[in-house]
C-alpha cells in the first residue's frame, strides 16, 4: 500500500512538472526578441559552444586536465611519513621507468632546494606541505599547482626546453612569502643520469 | 525621492563606500610602490601584507556592500514609489554593518590579521577580524529583508503588474547575494571563529577552500549587477534612447544570478582536494554565464546606437561621434565597455579549464579583476555617484567638467595600471610578493612594467582623489538653491504592460539555484565527511 502511494506521488509529481515545463516554454516562446538580437544571440551561443567543446575535447581525448587526484596525508607528521622522509625526497625513476619527483613545501623553501631532471620526459611531481597554504609556479611551463595542507598534489608535466628555472611559491603563506623560492634545471635528455639513489625504492626506511 | 529620511539613509551607506575606496586607494599607491623595490626604504613585508589585507577588505567588501545596499534603498525607494519599509531596521543594519567594519579594521590596521581578504587558513587572524566581517555579512542581510519585503509589498498591491526593471534587478541581486554569502558565513561560523577561539584544534583547509569558492564566483556578479541595472535603466534615458528589451533584461539578470553560483570551482583547478570531473562541469557553468553579459553588450550599444541615430549620426559607425561624450553616464558606460571586452579576454583565459596554468596565481589574476571590478564596474559607481548626488542632497554637481576628467583619467590610469600587471603575469611573476628577490634572469625584465604600474597608481590616486572632492563640494556648497530632480528610468521600445510570473518573481529561480548547487556543490561538500581527511593545525603568518 505504502509503495503504491508514493509511486503515484512520483507520477503526480512529474505529470505536474511536465505540465509546468511546458507552460513555461510556451511563455518562454512567446517573449518579444528583436530578431537583430536572436542572431547576437546565437552567435553567442556558437562561440560559447566553440570554446567548451575545444575544452571538453581536450579533457576527454587529449588528457588536459588540471590536477585533481583526491589523496589526503597527514601534514602535521610528515616526518613520521615513510613516502615524504627527508631522504625519500626528490627525483626518482620507480620500476616502470617513470620519473617521480616528490617535494616538500614549507615556510619559506621547497625541499630539496635544487633538483635536475631530463627535458622532453614526462615528470609526475607530488607536492605536499608542512605546514600552511602554499602554490608552486615554473613560469614559462605549465608545472603549477596549489599545496593545500591535508592533500598531495599530483601533477605530470613534460618540460620542452632545457635551462635553468625558479620554482616560485605563488601562495600567500606568510611573511616570508615571497623568500620562498628555489631551482630546478632542466637538462637535455640525453644528458640526463638518473640519481643513484632511485632503484632503493621508498628510501631509508624512519619507522 | 522627496523623502528625506530616505536620502539620508542612502547617502549614508554610500559616504561609508567612498570613505573606504579612498583610504583604499592610498593603499594601493603605497603597494606598487613597495612591490617595485625602488624605494628600499618603503620595504617592509608587515606593513605591505596588512595594506594589502586592509586595501583588499575595504574594496572588494566595503566600498561593494555599502553601495549596493545605499544603492538599493535608492532604487527600491524610487522605482516602487514608497519609503523604505521599517526605517529603523534599515539603520540598524547600517549600524551592524558598520561596527563589523571598526571591528575587522582594528586587527588589520595594527599588522595582526595580514591573512588576506581570502583568509586562507590554516594562517589564523584573531576572532575580532571574522566576527567584524561576519557583522558586516549580517548588516547586508538586514539590507536583503527590506529589499524583499518591499519588492513583494508592491507585487501584493499591484497585482499582474510588472515590477519595475530596476527593482527586479535589485531583487535578483538580493537572491544572490544570500546564496554567495552562505557559503563563506559557513566557513568562517564552523571553521574560522571556532579556530580563532581555540575551540577546534585543527581545520581542513580543503573544506575551507571550497567553501570560499562557492562564494568567491557569485561575488563578483553581486558587485557587477548595479553597475548592469545602470546599463539598462540610467544609460538610455542619459543617452536619450530606449531600454532595447524589457523581457531579455531580465532574463539576463536571472541569468547571471542563476549561473554565477554553481561555477566556484574555477578558482580551484589548481588545487589537489577537488576532482577534476567537478572541476570541468563547473568550467562549462563558467562559459554559460558568459551569455547574459554577451547579451548585456548587445542591448546597451543597441540603446547607444539608437540615440546615436536620433541625434543624427549617420552611417555604420557615425552614430558613435553623435553620442552625449559629455554626460558622466553616456561617457562611463563606453569607458566601462571598453574594459569589459578586455577584461573579458583575460577572463576566457583564467575561465579556461587547463590554459589557467599559465597564469595561474600569477601577476596577471590581480590585472585582469582589476580590470574588470575596478575598471568596469566601479567607473559605473562613480557615474551612479555623479547621477544620484544632485538628487540625494538637493543641489547641482559642483563641477560636470571635472566629473568628465576623472572618468577619463580613471579609464586611463587603469590601462597603465593593468597592461604591465598582466604581462608581469606572463612573464611569470606571482601575485602578491612584497618584493622581488629571485635571483634569476627573468626578473630583470619585470622591471619596466613595475615602474609603468606606479605611473598607473598614481594617476588613479588623482582621479580617485577629483570623484571625493567633487562629491564632498557638492554636498557642502552653501550658497545654491534647492533643486528637486527625480530619478528618471529608461523606457523600454517595447512596453511590457505583463510578463510571465518567472520574469517577474524569484521563487522559481531560488528551487532552480538550489537544484543546481546541490548539483555542483553536494558531493564535493560531502566528500570531506566520508573521506579519511587530515585537519591542519592553526598557524600565525
Known sequence: MQTESVKQKCEHFLRDLNTQLHEFYIQFRAIHIDPLERKWIAVSLLVVGLLVSIIVIDAFFHGINPPGKVETVDSDSLHLNKEFAED????QVDGKGAIIIRMVAGRYSFFPK????????????????MDVLHGVHIPMTNMSTMIVPGYVAEITTTFPKPGEYPMLCNEYCGLGHNHMWSNISVIAKEDWTAPVKSL??????NE | M?????????LSHLWVAFIAFILACFMGVYQVLERSGFISALDSPSVYFASVSTHGVLMAFVLTIFFIMGFGYTIAASSLKQPVWNMPLAWGGFWLALTGVIMA????????????????????APAAFYIGATLLVVGSWVWCVIMLVM?????????GQAVPLAMFATAMNVLLWLWTSAGVALEVLFQLIPLSLGWIDTVDAGLSRTLFAWTLHPIVYFWLIPAYTAFYVFVPKQAGSFVFSDEMARLAFIVLAVFSLPIGFHHLYMDPE??????????????????????????????????????GGKGLFGWIGSLPWTNSMVLAVILSLLMLIFGGFGGIVNASYAMNAMIHNTAWVPGHFHLIFAGTTVIMYFAIAYYLWPILVKKPLFSSSMALVQLWTWFIGMSILTTPWHILGLLGQPRRVSSVVYNNLLTLSWQPYELMMIVGGLVLLGSACLFIYNLAKTQLNPSSEAIDQHIEYAEPIHAAESVPEWLNDLKLWNKVIAVLMFISFGYPILQFFIMDTYGSSPWGF
Do not use: C
Open chain 2, 105 to 124: 579594521a582594528i586587527p588589520l590596521l595594527a599588522g595582526k590579521a595580514s591573512v588576506l581578504y581570502t583568509f586562507y587558513p590554516p594562517i589564523v
Open chain 2, 151 to 159: 519588492f513583494s509589498q508592491w507585487k501584493q498591491a499591484n497585482p
Open chain 1, 114 to 129: 635544487h633538483i635536475d631532471v631530463p627535458s622532453e620526459t614526462p615528470l609526475t611531481f607530488r607536492w605536499v606541505s
Open chain 1, 200 to 205: 632503493a625504492k621508498g628510501g631509508s626506511n
Open chain 2, 2 to 10: 522627496n523623502d528625506a529620511a530616505t536620502r539620508k539613509l542612502a
Open chain 2, 274 to 311: 577537488q576532482a577534476k570531473g567537478w572541476k570541468l562541469l563547473h568550467g562549462i557553468g563558467t562559459f554559460m554565464v558568459a551569455l547574459p553579459t554577451l547579451v548585456t553588450g548587445f542591448a546597451v550599444i543597441a540603446s547607444l546606437e539608437i540615440a546615436g541615430r536620433l541625434r
Open chain 1, 88 to 91: 625519500n625526497l626528490g627525483v
